[in-house]
């Protein structure tokens, strides 16, 4: 069954170079990694260095324990090829970190292309208000794990 979800994520996947995506992936078996702030910052490192190298120009983001919320627009390459960097980097980096082995991300990822029509900044307060939405926080200042290009 996990295999034909994984699979059903990609049909009809099309990444266009300049479009807005919203990505969201989920850490293996939900495991709630990211409680630790600083494994949190391997990732955040690491959406870091994805827009350093231009694939993608990150716009907002929200690390949850268990799931990451990513607003992006797409530069180069496609979807698949910066999520598999982003997950096998990350991987590697939290893994380190916490001395494990193993997966660290589900596989698959969702995607939803932004609408030109959309308002942007009100979709990236929507991203970053998921730790107050899940009661992790009263306040958005009151999380680490989150940024955004408005600050």
């Not at 699979?7 to 990694?33: D, F, K, P």
């Not at 324990?65 to 991987?91: C, F, I, N, T, Y």
Request: hydrophobic share 40%.
């Amino acid at each position: 069954m996990q295999c034909f979800r994984g699979h059903a994520l990609r049909r009809g996947r099309y990444s266009e170079t300049g479009r807005l995506y919203l990505l969201t992936t989920v850490t293996w078996q939900r495991r709630r990694l990211f409680d630790d702030l600083f494994a949190g910052r391997q990732v955040a490192n690491q959406l870091r260095e994805i827009q350093e190298s231009g694939l993608a120009s990150t716009l907002c983001w929200v690390l949850m324990p268990d799931h990451l919320h990513w607003l992006v627009q797409l530069e180069a390459g496609s979807l698949e090829r910066v999520m598999q960097r982003l997950k096998s980097r990350s991987a590697k980096a939290v893994n380190a970190f916490m001395g494990n082995r193993g997966q660290v991300w589900q596989k698959g990822y969702h995607d939803r292309a932004v609408r030109s029509d959309e308002d942007v900044r009100q979709l990236a307060r929507y991203i970053v208000a998921n730790p107050l939405r899940a009661g992790t926080v009263r306040r958005v200042g009151e999380y680490s794990l989150w940024d955004a290009i408005w600050l």
